[in-house]
């Protein structure tokens, strides 16, 4: 079990870099297009919805335990 949340919290400190790097591309400009800013938002929503759905389970399972 101890493995599982280790590998869980390693996935969500690397979703939670990319959401901060996504954040800043799009707020400093990088995307030269509107299909570019699109394809950044869409990116930024499913990494947010797939952090939620990671730190919830996590803490349904923190508080089992």
Known sequence: ME????????????IEGRIELTE??????????????????GELNGLQYAKTEIKERLDRLEKEE
Do not use: C, T, W
Not at 4 to 10: D, E, M, N, T
């Open 24 to 41: 800043q591309n799009i707020l400093h400009g990088s995307p030269d297009s509107m299909e570019k800013y699109r394809q950044l938002v």
């Open 3 to 14: 493995d599982s949340l280790s590998f869980a919290y390693a996935v969500l400190k690397a």
